[in-house]
């Protein structure tokens, strides 16, 4: 699966954000293409999208679709020198799509923060070179050995060395490879090294209950995040964990009193979705309306192979409705009668919210 890996210092709210995001909703069973792990949750995203298609199908069930977050626990100064259990952690980043990065942004006089100072900025720049050394070492191993081939004359280990040492210069000076402006060709040849630094990145900041506004400390993180061009979720990790564990009937009470309309996990979820390059799709039967999750930029074929691989095999076509145009003209007769029922094929690319229906062979 496509997945997010949960990462920061030691005591800023992770596990606590982590349980949350577990006990989110729909137990991890309902997915049983994933395999779960205890330190994998698959948290399903929501998506309002869903309520409105059913009302107008009346499926017998509603079926969101998910995003898998993981718990990498113990990135601590020095991991990339062995420090902790170090590179064990990394090898978990290593595994990621994307990175959710949970900074502390609150005081609290109980809990004890890993550098005696609550300072985001300070915890941010002690991850980032961790991860910059980490990648600066698979960088240099792999300088080292297209140097070795490109004495032969390999032409395609000297465009890989010019590559590399563009990096290098950057991850020298602590900066993450994601900063490098790179083509798609130079994408391409990285792949290999699982650089941690080239994964996309998104800030959690934790607050207190009363840390939304006036803080000091989500300031400094927003502005910062405004400069590297990554998104801020403010939340607040315990209340989420008390929210998760209140039953339906006693939530939208516990919202008003603090009040939000939903709770700040949504936020997370679907800003992880969006950093993962992710779109989603929906199938709108009478036995159930579902959600769909495919790479942003997949084609239709690729689009259904997400339900069966038989799908894709033995595609013919797509019916596809726009999301807007199945809402307006209240499902597919409607909107086939309207004229805004389109049959595309191999080459479409499926856009955000399409109403789909594959035709294909067996
Ligand atoms: P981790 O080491 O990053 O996984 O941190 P934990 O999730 O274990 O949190 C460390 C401590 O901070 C625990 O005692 C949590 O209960 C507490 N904590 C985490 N988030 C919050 C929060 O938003 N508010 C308050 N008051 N405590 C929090």
Request: proline share 4%; charged share 30%; net charge negative.
């Amino acid at each position: 699966g496509i997945k997010c890996g949960i990462v920061g210092l030691p005591n800023v709210g992770k596990s606590t954000l982590f349980n949350a995001l577990t006990k989110a909703g729909i137990a991890a069973a309902n997915f049983p293409f994933c395999t779960i792990e205890p330190n994998v949750g698959v948290v399903p995203v929501p998506d309002p999208r869903l309520n409105a298609l059913a009302e107008i199908v009346k499926p017998q069930k509603v079926l969101p679709t998910a995003v898998e977050f993981v718990d990498i626990a113990g990135l601590v100064a020095g991991a990339a020198s062995g420090e902790g259990l170090g590179n064990k952690f990394l090898a978990h980043i290593r595994e990621v799509d994307a990175i959710t990065h949970v900074v502390r942004c609150f005081e609290h006089g109980d809990i004890v923060h890993v550098s005696g100072k609550v300072d985001p900025i300070a915890d941010i720049e002690t991850i980032d070179t961790e991860l910059a050394l980490a990648d600066l070492e698979s960088v240099d191993k792999s300088i080292a050995r297209y140097e070795r081939v490109a004495k032969s004359g390999d032409k395609d280990a000297k465009a890989r060395i010019e590559v590399l040492q563009k990096l290098r210069a950057a991850l020298d000076e602590g900066r993450a490879a994601r900063t490098v402006e790179l083509d798609e060709d130079e994408r391409g040849l990285l792949r290999e090294l699982f650089l941690l630094t080239l994964k996309p990145v998104m800030y959690v900041a934790n607050v207190l209950e009363d840390g939304f506004e006036d803080n000091p400390h989500l300031d400094a993180v927003r502005a910062r995040a405004a400069r590297e061009g990554a998104e801020v979720v403010p939340v607040s990790a315990a209340i989420e964990e008390e929210f998760s564990q209140l039953d339906d009937a006693d939530r939208d009470e516990f919202l008003a009193s603090i009040g939000l309309e939903e709770p700040g996990l949504n936020r997370v979820i679907r800003a992880a979705y969006k950093l993962l390059g992710l779109q989603t799709y929906f199938t709108a039967g009478v036995k159930e309306v579902r959600a769909w999750t495919v790479k942003a930029g997949s084609t239709a074929p690729q689009a259904a192979a997400v339900i069966h691989t038989d799908f894709e095999k033995g595609f013919i076509r797509a019916e596809t409705i726009g999301y807007d145009d199945f809402i307006k003209y209240r499902g597919e007769a409607g909107a086939r009668d309207a004229g805004r029922l389109r049959l595309e094929g191999k080459e479409y690319r499926v856009q955000e919210g399409d109403v789909l229906h594959f035709r294909f062979n067996v």
